[in-house]
């Protein structure tokens, strides 16, 4: 009887998780409501299992992000965390452990949400390689009574396919009818076309494309995400979004910090592998695809691989890559720990792309990311064209309008336009609307985590990669890496905590361009 009960609430929470994906904008967000931030529509109870739960990712993401779910009421009563890692531990100790790690990410711990939270967490030791650890986590999961399983690999890379095949073997891939069974997939995806293909190949001989969410977690970002609502909830942007109106494209993501203990991890992977061909590409996409008829997974998807065909793969000559030395108190990226004296590798990289479509055909789009920079700032900048004629006898000529997206810092957007400055003459200033998320909604935003986390319960895969748009990221920068590989050019150099290598800035000038000042560095320009 109790089996049955449990079986079709199970059923009921599967089907609501299956209805098609709705993006979370429930209620009319209302600036200065006392919260007025929107939440999520209510996740079924899952096990959420954790591979690598002893690691970095899950101590400073997943566990803290879990953590805010529950503490929002957002995390269905009825969930369990199941940790799975190799160390022998018990599940006190490994409570212990995780409280340690969320009170170093949440200052403002509730004891009260944590040990309702820790009550429900539990650890099944194993390797990856040997079945021991999988007929352990299959019997605690058979007596569960929960919708479906998550399985989160937080684990190295390498053994992602090994874990999609050891479920497979214990029988965890296929749920039983009613449940679902998802496995959420970490970046990097591959190291290359090559790679990322075969890993498809691999994860897809034992799960379904539905059930596999492979994470870009810049995509969950609020800005990414309005970034959609602005185009296409609106309709004064759309008639300007295009090659008649803009001149050229900006996408930014800079920080000061270097490798912190990722050396090794960066020789290998170097800026092109760790954000262009990811977080950036997937910035590009969100900012320049055609509208989706829906904004559900199958439709944005689809419109992003498209998206994806038009971009012409960037030729050497249209490409900086640089690499930080010693300055302002840092060591050079050849002194970091586990790095090579004699490195080539790219610390920096600023390229231009081209998409070529019927809107976007002549207008540059210019991307650059790098490490050790003079401040952490992601944007997105529409650099539209100067006016084709200005009636006013002006001293100077005028500025062109420019529409500037934050990621981060302080989320929001602000449009910079000409306006008289007051007195008799005619004479223009550039002046500004701004909207910062902060100002205009109450209540903290949740992290990428949070939502993807709550995303991947409810089944909506919008924000998740699919295979084809992993595989067409990597068609796009696989010349760049060749040539890198290759031919082994050395870096522009450029001091830690600067505003990178003047070859970057060259880039745009020998066009008659600039680079905007990210909003960290100054604000105002
Ligand atoms: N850290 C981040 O901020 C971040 C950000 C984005 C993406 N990622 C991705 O997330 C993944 C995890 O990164 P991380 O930084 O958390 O790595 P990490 O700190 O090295 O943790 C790896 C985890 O995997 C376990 N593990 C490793 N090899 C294992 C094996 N053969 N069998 C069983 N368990 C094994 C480790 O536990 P035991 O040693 O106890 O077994 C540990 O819990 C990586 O793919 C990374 O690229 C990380």
């Known amino acids: 009887m109790r089996a049955e009960e449990a079986g079709s609430s199970a059923a009921r929470d599967a089907a609501r998780a299956a209805e098609p994906a709705v993006r979370r904008v429930e209620r009319e967000a209302r600036p200065g409501a006392p919260d007025s931030v929107s939440r999520a529509k209510p996740a079924p109870a899952c096990a959420f299992v954790i591979f690598g739960v002893t ?18 009421g957002e995390l269905n009563e009825g969930s369990v965390i199941v940790g799975h890692a190799r160390r022998e531990m018990t599940d006190d100790e490994l409570r212990a452990y995780l409280r340690d790690k969320v009170a170093a990410e949440v200052p403002d ?27 352990r986590l299959a019997q605690k999961l058979a007596g569960l009574d929960v919708a479906g399983t998550i399985f989160y690999t937080a684990t190295p890379p390498e053994v992602y396919a090994t874990i999609a095949r050891s479920l497979a073997e214990a029988g965890l891939a296929r749920p039983a009818p009613g449940r679902f069974a998802r496995l959420v997939v970490e970046k990097p995806f591959g190291t290359d076309e090559a790679s990322a293909k075969e ?21 969950a970002k609020e800005t990414a995400q309005n ?23 900006q996408i930014t993501m800079i920080e000061p910090m270097g490798m912190e203990g990722r050396g090794r991890f960066y020789e290998s992977a170097g800026v092109l592998r760790d954000v262009f061909q990811n977080h950036l590409l997937q910035l590009l996409a ?5 509208p989706p008829v829906r904004f559900d997974a199958r439709a944005v998807r689809d419109e992003k691989v498209k998206l994806f065909s038009a971009v012409s793969c960037p030729s050497p000559a249209d490409t900086v890559f640089g690499q930080y030395v010693a300055g302002n108190g840092a060591v ?3 002194q970091e720990k586990d790095v090579d004296p004699n490195s080539k590798q790219a610390t920096y990289a600023a390229m231009q792309l081209r998409v070529e479509n019927w809107r976007w055909s002549g207008v540059p789009f210019y991307l650059r990311s790098g490490k050790r920079l003079e401040a952490k700032a992601s944007e997105i900048v529409l650099q539209f064209k100067a006016p084709p004629h200005v009636p006013f006898a002006l001293s100077a000529p005028v500025h062109a309008d420019r529409l500037v997206m934050r990621i981060m810092p302080d989320e929001g957007m602000t449009i910079r336009f000409n306006g008289k400055r007051p007195g008799q003459k005619v004479e223009l200033d550039r002046i500004g609307l701004d909207f910062s998320y902060g100002e205009s909604f109450a209540g903290a935003i949740p992290d990428a985590y949070e939502t993807l986390i709550l995303d991947v319960m409810n089944g909506d895969a919008t924000l998740f990669m699919r295979a084809d748009e992993v595989e067409a990221q990597w068609r796009i920068v696989a010349p760049v890496l060749a040539y890198l590989e290759e031919r082994r050019p050395t870096p522009a150099f450029y001091e830690a905590g600067g505003r990178g290598p003047q070859q970057a800035y060259a880039l745009l000038e020998s066009a008659g361009r600039e680079w905007k000042r990210p909003a960290g560095v100054r604000r105002g320009d």
């Open 199 to 219: 890993l498809n190949a691999l994860l897809l001989e034992h799960f379904d494309e539905s059930q596999l969410f492979r994470i870009d977690h810049y995509l």
């Open 227 to 249: 970034l959609g609502v602005l185009r296409f909830a609106n309709s004064m942007f759309e008639p300007v979004w295009n090659n008649r109106y803009v001149d050229h494209v």
């Open 286 to 290: 969100l900012m320049a695809m055609e």
């Open 332 to 334: 050079g990226y050849r």
């Open 55 to 72: 690691g970095d990712l899950t101590g400073r993401k997943l566990i803290p992000a879990l953590y805010q779910l529950a503490a929002k």
């Open 109 to 135: 711990l509730d004891a009260g949400v944590w040990e309702r939270l820790a009550a429900r967490i539990s650890y099944v030791q194993g390797d990856y390689e040997s079945a021991d650890g999988f007929v």
